[in-house]
């Protein structure tokens, strides 16, 4: 059981006043704040061992490449990949899409072949498969959500066939809140000659991931969204298919020699690596996996799930409210989509924030979601392990007084 009032002082920028209110920070979907470990981790690489890695052979070039290497390997035991090899550092979430499509993407498909998605992705899991479809002339396909807010499984057994080279799924929709059945997908794009692509943001920092069960052929993930610093990410690739992928930035770091008019490039993983990488947010990374795995992801996810199944109810009650995604709190992680009648989400946020309260208001890069459901924009409240109840009742109480105002005029 998490004792979320101890776990959140570790946290110095929760302890604040916004608008005369103690701070209510709900906007975790967005990115999650850094505990001090990881912000002393940061500073001590900074004021103790600064340098660039690989290249050098003084004493701060070997602690700073001992500190990032043990940080990919903490990473590859973290999601239970088989070997680090299979991990590579990237910006985030988003650069790791990106090198799929453009590397994996360029090489697997061809004119007439197939790119599935789904309704419910984060335009960072959209737009590359689109400039991918146009590059090579393929087809991008949408699976369906159900009336309810899951991902379609019988319409993923319609959208994936023997064309289809590549799946790319959310673990964790960003709007919906719904957990997908990622292993399921996998062994139905294996079966029609695909991979599977998985976008792993809203996922792993909150429930145990292990790629290889999942058996996802690549899978992404960021730093700031768990704990760790802004601009390091996670791309997973299993071996097979990282060997045959070309690298999508060029220069110093990934090479192995350089010649006037030809190059050849390391071994995995730093082929992939150009240039020299987020050292800090690698090794800072490192630091908020160690937190994290402390407390436990099983744990995490359950305290997530306690919190949903209190607050969820008290939403649904409240008139005029609509909640995105499954009704059921057993079905609905921390990340809670919602609006209220005859309000701008963006009000609403600004309302919330009045309070004290900060939620998400707008589109939530994913455009094609909200117009699938036929709304504009949305407030979102997402939920981490810092959280308690205690906030979910400032979040009903800023909903009602919100509400209250814009009716009458008055709090």
């Known amino acids: 059981m998490i004792n979320a009032d101890k776990i959140r002082q570790q946290f110095p920028i929760l302890f604040q006043e916004v608008n005369d209110e103690p701070l209510v ?32 052979v003084h004493t701060l070039a070997e602690r700073a490449t001992k500190d990032y290497e043990e940080a990919r390997e903490k990473v590859r035991a973290f999601i239970n990949a ?17 090198w799929v499509a453009k590397s994996y993407g360029d090489l697997a498909v061809e004119a007439g072949d197939e790119i599935v998605i789904s309704y419910m992705e984060h335009h960072s899991n959209i737009i590359p498969w689109q400039q991918l479809a146009e590059r090579k002339g393929a087809t991008l396909k949408y699976i369906e959500i159900t009336a309810d807010g899951f991902l379609d499984i019988e319409s993923a057994k319609q959208q994936i066939t023997d064309k289809t080279k590549i799946v790319s799924i959310a673990h964790v929709s960003n709007v919906l809140g719904v957990i997908n059945p990622v292993a399921e997908l ?33 899978y992404a993930f960021s730093g700031h969204k768990m704990c760790g610093p802004t601009g390091i990410g996670v791309l997973y690739g299993k071996r097979e298919l990282l060997d045959q992928m070309e690298p999508v930035e060029f220069g110093g770091e990934m090479i192995d020699f350089v010649n006037l008019y030809d190059s050849t490039w ?52 409240i008139e005029g409210l609509t ?3 499954p009704q059921d709190p057993a079905h609905h992680t921390g990340v809670l989509a919602f609006n209220l009648d005859g309000l701008h989400p963006h009000d609403t946020a600004t309302a919330l924030d009045m309070e004290g309260v900060a939620v998400r208001a ?12 036929n709304v504009p924009a949305t407030a979102r409240a997402s939920f981490y392990l810092y959280n308690t109840k205690a906030d979910a009742d400032r979040l009903i109480e800023a909903i009602l007084a919100t509400k209250e105002f814009f009716q009458h005029g008055s709090i």
């Open 266 to 317: 390391k071994e995995l993983p730093w082929k992939f690596e150009a240039g020299t990488p987020n050292i800090a947010g690698a090794i800072a990374l490192g630091a908020a996996i160690d937190f994290l795995t402390e407390i436990g992801l099983e744990e995490i996810h359950q305290h997530e799930a306690e919190l949903v199944a209190y607050v969820l109810p008290k939403l649904l009650e």
């Open 362 to 373: 707008g589109h939530h890069c994913a455009q094609p979601l909200l117009k699938y459901l």
């Open 82 to 98: 088989k070997e680090t090899a299979e991990t590579l550092f990237t910006r985030g979430t988003t650069t790791s899409l990106n």
């Open 186 to 218: 996998a062994e139905l794009a294996h079966s029609h000659g695909a991979v599977l692509v998985v976008d792993g943001a809203q996922a792993v920092p909150h429930m145990p991931v292990d790629v290889q069960a999942i058996n996802a052929d690549f």
């Open 25 to 56: 920070y709900l906007d975790n979907a967005a990115t999650t704040q850094k505990p001090k470990a990881v912000l002393d981790k940061l500073t001590y690489y900074y004021e103790h061992d600064n340098a660039n890695v690989h290249r050098g």
């Open 323 to 325: 909640v995105y995604g």
